[in-house]
């Protein structure tokens, strides 16, 4: 774009969102181009941030009549630079669109802006006995908008999926700047295709959200978690088989290994959870109206392949445990930038993949160092490699290979983003590919929104 | 088709899937052509069986160099006319291709062939202690196939949702006649859009699914039930809400009226199930690995909105029930043909409007006799209306407007197919309608997979 054409197309975004909302001043612009892990960053024309629908509507119009990229940012917390602009793009931030409605108690259902973040939802509904499905990490920063446009997961995907099952309503921009609303709350709606939830994970290439009807859960009263010791994984996954078909009240299953609970113990200077060492540990989380400690204890303690088991039921003890799992992202980037695989593989190529693993790395690069930890009811491991040198590539290269030749995701719940586009055409079959280009192209003819993420450019 | 050139297309058909399996003969078509109501009926080209995936991509490659429209059929038990031949089109019956594979039981996965009855897969999981999450009375005829690509709902979707969510990989011939794979098994993979879920739901208007992965749920080995008496509907959403949250092991709750509960009584010859009558009456089942009766019953003794219950928890005590709920179909279609309207409205709109109805209804068409049952906790009902004489029209316009001004679907679980496809430019806004359309002609541009479905002709 030529200066007086960028100056023409500023002046018409300024008139659309007022002067203060449209940043182009690049030291403000920074924060907006970069993303939290500083591997992904890209100039962008300018920074956006649109108060309501009517705007992020005029703003997608102008776009689309001036060829100019759009990339939807929610909180910024994403791992795959798929918010991070392209070049000569601009970054429209959700983050005025921070509504939070009223809960619909019969229902158990509320309708916030996309760029309402997770902790001001949850801070909202659970007052009301109410909890939203998918909780992390991120949650005070990730913006209800883009934790659907990436189906983000977690730690209790076991029990309620991903984020793509929360959602029982939106409201979107289309490429053409058109708002197609869906927001009916029904749970059962047989009439055309499902928009809502081809949106839901899509990147934000298909269409910016900007409201969402959510489903909520009920928030329980009572949670009880088990740190329980092990020798291998198929021991685990045969535990947590057992635990599934006894206990609906579990909510999550985190699988974790020797070498990582001695780094976190290290980092965060904790004591052992328990006597004696395992190879591996499975962290698991019952929660209910009621105590499920008797429920969870009665299956625990009948099972003889349980070397050693802990279990808290108060506030504090709860955390304690969690704090073995959730130390390892400190932890690991204590000693250094990671590489952070997010992989599934289906459950019966696990313990052969995790196997497998140390002896691929080796042999593509000997000083690196890995730690894993992740979802065991979904098979989703992340994988953290540090001390990787010049090999990131390499190593990146042969981790994803093997997850492809077991049959596995090249990522679980991340997204494809900006990072993975490339590996998508090894990923997903020629048909497959074929099928989402052609949605693309039908529902984003110009190519607007998001270019380079999902698709390579 | 000109006969030189139908005649052509049919040998073609025939060396694709054998002289057997190419029912040209009227008498052999019938069953093929007319859905199991009588309502709908349409004249094929031909029936067409093939027997594995790549009989069907050839079928399909050569209906497409042809023009010739091909309506996917399973067991032909849906109640919208979406399997029914369009004009001049050929029926692609399914029902071979019902292969069901070994089951994964660290996975709790099975992959089947499209044609497959639902009974089919149950019989084949439920000595390993697995069920299909769906369960409907037309098990023994409905395939896997047309369960998914209709969405299917049933009694249990407030525990385990619709077909959608059983679905875990899907291998489908596209319009193109290339065969799409996906049979990860992943229950988390985010890499680019969800075909999976795109095509389940979209009545054979997209691609031909062939072969589905589905995620088994546990087998619960003991079902409690109870009978509910209640003053209102009101009063049953929040003896269900309160229900809901106290007891993961809920699986059903089924909603209905004194004058149903009357008629079926009448017709199959059943006792009172409790002393006195009640307006509504609320059916709910928990099922678990151990006996959920305890669990229910402290929940129903302290609920003092409750009339009167009734609870079973053998087998006999337990059908006894259901056929209070069950029995409904059957006793409606005793007084004459019905019009079955399948809808769903949010929550908060359920009671006005169920009071509304029978008000509505008076004033069109003064005789008509309605009687409506349904899933409570997704708000649908199926309103079922007799003796409407020459008012079928009128009547169904005017429950599917107040279904519409009320914020719900018109087709909570049935589908659209071609008896609402009319109806679906009001269900659904411009926008909504333009992506639909748009997603249509990017995959199926020449329009050949079930014409006039979804889409009015």
Same mark, same amino acid.
């Given at each position: 774009?030529?200066?007086?054409?960028?100056?023409?197309?500023? =002046?018409?975004?300024?008139?659309?969102?007022?002067?203060? $909302?449209?940043?182009?001043?690049?030291?403000?612009?920074?924060?907006?181009?970069?993303?939290?892990?500083?591997?992904?960053?890209?100039? @962008?024309?300018?920074?956006?941030? &649109?108060?309501?629908?009517?705007?992020?509507?005029?703003?997608?119009?102008?776009?689309?009549? $001036?060829?100019?990229?759009?990339?939807?940012?929610?909180?910024?917390?994403?791992?795959?630079?798929?918010?991070? &602009?392209?070049?000569?793009?601009?970054?429209?931030?959700?983050?005025?669109?921070?509504?939070?409605?009223?809960?619909?108690?019969?229902?158990?259902?509320?309708?916030?802006?996309?760029?309402?973040?997770?902790? +001001?939802?949850?801070?909202?509904? /659970?007052?009301?006995?109410?909890?939203?499905?998918?909780?992390?990490? !991120?949650? %005070?920063?990730?913006?209800?908008?883009?934790?659907?446009?990436?189906?983000?997961?977690?730690? /209790?995907?076991?029990?309620?999926?991903?984020?793509?099952?929360?959602?029982?309503?939106?409201?979107?921009?289309? =490429?053409?700047?058109?708002?197609?609303?869906?927001?009916?709350?029904?749970?059962?709606?047989?009439?055309?295709? %499902?928009?809502?939830?081809?949106?839901?994970?899509?990147?934000?290439?298909?269409?910016?959200?900007?409201?969402?009807?959510?489903?909520?859960?009920?928030?329980? =009263?009572? /949670?009880?978690?088990?740190?329980?010791?092990?020798?291998?994984?198929?021991? @685990?996954?045969?535990?947590?088989?057992?635990?599934?078909?006894?206990?609906?009240?579990?909510?999550?299953?985190?699988?974790?290994?020797?070498?990582?609970?001695?780094?976190?113990?290290?980092?965060?200077?904790?004591?052992?959870?328990?006597?004696? /060492?395992?190879?591996?540990?499975?962290?698991?989380? @019952?929660? %209910?109206?009621?105590?499920?400690? %008797?429920?969870?204890?009665?299956?625990?303690?009948?099972?003889?392949?349980?070397?050693?088991?802990?279990?808290?039921?108060?506030?504090?003890?709860? +955390?304690?445990?969690?704090?073995?799992?959730?130390? $390892?992202?400190?932890?690991?980037?204590?000693?250094?930038?990671?590489?952070?695989?997010?992989?599934?593989?289906?459950?019966?190529?696990?313990?052969?993949?995790?196997?497998?693993?140390?002896?691929?790395?080796?042999?593509?690069?000997?000083?690196?160092?890995?730690?894993?930890?992740?979802?065991?009811?979904?098979?989703?491991?992340?994988?953290?490699?540090?001390?990787?040198?010049?090999? =990131?590539?390499?190593?990146?290269?042969?981790?994803?290979?093997?997850?492809?030749?077991?049959?596995?995701?090249? !990522?679980?719940?991340?997204?494809?983003?900006?990072?993975?586009?490339?590996?998508?055409?090894?990923?997903?079959? +020629?048909?497959?590919?074929? @099928?989402?280009? !052609?949605?693309?192209?039908?529902?984003? &003819?110009?190519?607007?929104?998001?270019?380079?993420?999902?698709?390579?450019?």
């Amino acid at each position: 774009m030529n200066p007086p054409a960028r100056d023409a197309f500023i =002046a018409a975004l300024t008139k659309i969102v007022g002067p203060t $909302h449209v940043i182009t001043d690049p030291s403000m612009r920074a924060s907006y181009e970069t993303d939290w892990t500083g591997r992904f960053s890209g100039q @962008a024309l300018a920074v956006v941030r &649109p108060k309501n629908t009517a705007q992020v509507a005029a703003v997608v119009s102008l776009c689309g009549e $001036h060829g100019v990229p759009l990339v939807p940012q929610g909180g910024n917390t994403g791992l795959v630079g798929g918010a991070v &602009p392209s070049e000569g793009s601009i970054v429209l931030s959700t983050t005025r669109l921070n509504n939070v409605g009223t809960v619909d108690e019969v229902a158990a259902q509320v309708a916030v802006g996309a760029g309402a973040t997770l902790a +001001a939802v949850q801070a909202a509904v /659970r007052p009301r006995g109410l909890d939203v499905g998918v909780d992390l990490a !991120s949650r %005070d920063s990730a913006t209800i908008g883009g934790l659907i446009a990436t189906n983000a997961g977690g730690e /209790r995907v076991l029990r309620y999926g991903s984020m793509r099952r929360q959602v029982v309503g939106l409201e979107a921009v289309l =490429a053409d700047g058109t708002v197609m609303k869906h927001m009916t709350g029904l749970t059962k709606d047989n009439t055309g295709y %499902d928009l809502v939830r081809l949106f839901a994970g899509s990147e934000g290439t298909l269409a910016i959200i900007t409201t969402v009807l959510l489903q909520l859960v009920p928030l329980p =009263a009572k /949670r009880t978690v088990a740190l329980i010791g092990l020798a291998d994984v198929a021991t @685990a996954q045969s535990v947590l088989t057992g635990l599934r078909l006894r206990l609906p009240q579990l909510t999550a299953a985190e699988l974790f290994f020797d070498a990582g609970l001695e780094l976190v113990r290290e980092h965060a200077g904790l004591s052992a959870p328990m006597p004696d /060492r395992h190879p591996v540990y499975l962290l698991v989380e @019952a929660a %209910d109206v009621s105590d499920p400690t %008797d429920a969870l204890l009665f299956q625990l303690e009948k099972d003889v392949r349980i070397r050693d088991a802990v279990l808290a039921n108060d506030t504090k003890g709860v +955390a304690a445990l969690w704090d073995y799992r959730e130390g $390892h992202t400190e932890a690991v980037s204590a000693l250094g930038t990671p590489i952070k695989l997010d992989v599934a593989v289906p459950a019966a190529a696990l313990p052969a993949f995790i196997a497998a693993l140390p002896l691929i790395i080796e042999k593509v690069a000997p000083e690196a160092q890995m730690f894993m930890w992740g979802h065991l009811a979904e098979s989703n491991l992340h994988v953290n490699l540090v001390n990787v040198n010049g090999d =990131a590539d390499r190593l990146t290269d042969a981790v994803l290979d093997i997850v492809i030749r077991s049959g596995g995701s090249i !990522s679980a719940e991340h997204g494809v983003g900006r990072a993975k586009a490339a590996w998508l055409e090894r990923a997903r079959s +020629a048909p497959e590919l074929a @099928a989402m280009r !052609s949605i693309k192209v039908a529902l984003d &003819p110009r190519g607007i929104f998001n270019p380079g993420v999902l698709f390579p450019e």
